[in-house]
Every structure is written in C-alpha cells, then in structure tokens.
C-alpha cells in the first residue's frame, strides 16, 4: 500500500524534479519559480519529529526555470540545470546553508538534467541543443568541459552514470538511448539503444549496474541488459517491455537500490510500483504490478525518487506545484 506522508507547497509554480541526498535526511525540490527548495524533518523527537518543513529556498542563481536538481555522492554539493542554459554548483556551507561556487556555461538551449558519476569526478549535463557534456571535476572543484558528445539527432532528456562505473547514459526525443565511455582523453558513443516508438524522457540502472530500466513517451517501460559475450556495439538489448498501465507520458522512472522495487511517475497523475517476478518461467511477466495510485497529483507527475536509507520513502513531485513524500509498504 502506499500511503500519503505529507504534503510540501511551496513553490510558486511547477515543480519539475526531486532528489535525495545520499544520506536520506535531506530532499531537494526545483521547478518554475527558478528556485531550489531543501526539505527535512523538523527533529527526532517531540510533537513536531515527524514533521516536514523548507529549510533553505535557493532562489538567487537562475532567471528561469530549474529543470534539474541532482546531489553529490559526497552529499555536499547540488548541481542544477536551467532553461536559461546554464548550469549551477551550490556548496552546502552548514546544515541549511549553500553559496554558489561555479556556474558552468557552454549549451546553447535549455539544460534539462545533470549527473555526477559515481566517484564524483565527472558531472554530465544535457540539453535541449542536443549535446551531451561531460565536464572534469578537479579536487579544488574547478569545472572544466572535456568532451560535447552530439550523438544525438533532437534534444536531449535525461542522463544518468552506472552505479558502479564510468559509464554515461543519455535519452532523448530522437527515441534512442546511448551509452557512452572514456577513450584515452575523450569520450565516444559505445551503444545505442533503440526499440522506443517515441521521445525517451528517462532511465536507470539497477543497483548492480547491470541492467537499464527506461520509460517513454509510447507509454511503455523497457528493460535492457548487456550480453558479456558480444563484443561489438550491440551487446545491450530490450529484454521486456511493459505496457497498458500508464495511458499518457511516463515522465519517470526509479529503481529502488535496497529492495528491488521500481517506481514510475506519470503525465496521467499516477504513481506504479513495480516488483521483478523472480519467476524462471519465460511466459510470466517480467515486472509485478504492486501499486497502481491513482490521481496521486491532480496534474502531471514529473519526477519521482526512492530515498536511498529509508528504503520505503518515496517522493514525487507535479505541474500542480506540489511535492508529496509517500511511504509504501508490501
């Protein structure tokens, strides 16, 4: 069952992602008002313990929209993307305290979604311009671009890292899905995943890193993994897909990293829990339906997010300028 825990307003307009910090206690929220908002419980104890408050509104870096807002592994710094094509480093200086330490500039249209690899030494950043980046990040945290990857014939969605290498995925609006890795001192497009019948808006890996997970715009979730035995740029393919729950957009898609849940966020205002059927028999369903919320926002949910301690926390967040915290129990 999942169960509403609260409801943050705040924001002035919609709200496009939310995030996570590593250690759970911590969620950031970004949308239309061209502000970041940091969420957290009150305290552990007393009346107020279980209640959710804004601890920090970061209003003072975009003119425009923030698309994106994604954490450090470390947990101490926030990169957003912006459709005024920048992209911001904010450094939290105390516990509800961040100033800007770099505002990395290059794309050419709207910035629709950072990432940074798992060790913290690379941030990736897409945009509607159709580019890929991938910038270095030094120990004295200065940003510098290394490679602009333009694989990608239309604008660019969604770009994540392997939970375990450096290896960077990208989704776009051309429908395909590419992966990408280092080569000597450049990157280069290793694979390219197609089987989408339209725009893919995101992906994520399972917490081994051996297997992708992507949604789309043709309204169908997709699961992919890779064929050690092949050596050549088809060794990843489409395993599954699943359709018919969802009946507009999946905007987003998340595996869950300690109990092998997924969770999907919807332009029909639906959140889905999924479970992979551990079933051997080839003609059962690849994912379980656990959950089906309807009308979990009263508009679109865009983005949504598995805390990574709690492992039945859940946050979305929608057009309707809402962010919800869900808890979901089997």
């Known amino acids: 069952m999942l169960k509403l825990v609260t409801t943050l307003a705040g924001h002035d307009d ?40 804004c601890r920090a509104k970061l209003s003072d870096g975009h003119s425009r929209t923030i698309r994106w807002v994604s954490w450090s592994p470390c947990g101490k710094k926030l990169a ?7 992209i911001i480093i904010w450094k939290q200086k105390n516990d509800f305290d ?52 333009t694989s990608h014939s239309q604008d660019v969605k969604h770009v994540l890292w392997n939970p375990h290498k450096n290896i960077l995925v990208s989704s776009s609006y051309d429908n395909s899905i590419k992966m990408y890795q280092q080569d000597v001192d450049d ?56 359709s018919g729950f969802h009946n507009r957009t999946i905007y987003s898609v998340k595996w869950s990293k300690t109990n092998n849940l997924i969770a999907t966020a919807s332009a029909d205002n639906s959140i889905h829990i999924f479970k992979e059927n551990e079933s051997s028999d080839a003609n059962e369903p690849t994912l ?33 300028g809402t962010v919800k915290i869900w808890k979901f129990d089997e």
């Not at 969620?27 to 408050?53: F, P, Y």
């Not at 957003?80 to 920048?86: G, P, R």
């Not at 926002?297 to 979305?316: F, G």
Request: net charge negative; glycine share 4%.
């Open 14 to 53: 919609m709200v496009w992602c939310v995030a996570w910090n590593p250690k759970g206690n911590l969620l950031a929220s970004c949308g239309g008002d061209h502000s970041v908002r940091i969420w957290s419980q009150k305290g552990q104890n007393g009346e107020e313990a279980n209640q959710w408050t």
């Open 187 to 242: 990157w280069i497009n290793t694979e390219t995943l197609e089987s989408h019948q339209s725009t893919v808006w995101s992906c994520d890996y399972n917490p081994e890193g051996t297997r992708l997970i992507s949604c789309s715009d043709d309204k169908t979730l997709k699961l992919w993994k890779e064929d050690p035995e092949k050596k050549n740029k088809s060794s990843w393919s489409c395993y599954s897909t699943i």
């Open 288 to 320: 379980l339906l656990l959950e089906h919320k309807e009308n979990a926002h009263c508009q679109d949910c865009n983005c949504i997010d598995w805390n990574p301690v709690q492992n039945n926390l859940l946050a979305s967040c929608s057009d309707d």
């Open 98 to 149: 961040f100033e800007i330490i770099a505002n990395l500039e290059g794309h050419e249209n709207e910035v629709k979604c950072t990432a940074w690899s798992i060790d913290g030494s690379f941030l990736a950043s897409c945009s509607r311009d159709r580019s890929v980046w991938v910038w270095d990040v030094s120990e004295d945290e200065e940003y510098e671009c290394s490679s602009v990857l």
């Open 80 to 86: 957003t993307a912006s459709f005024d094509t920048t």
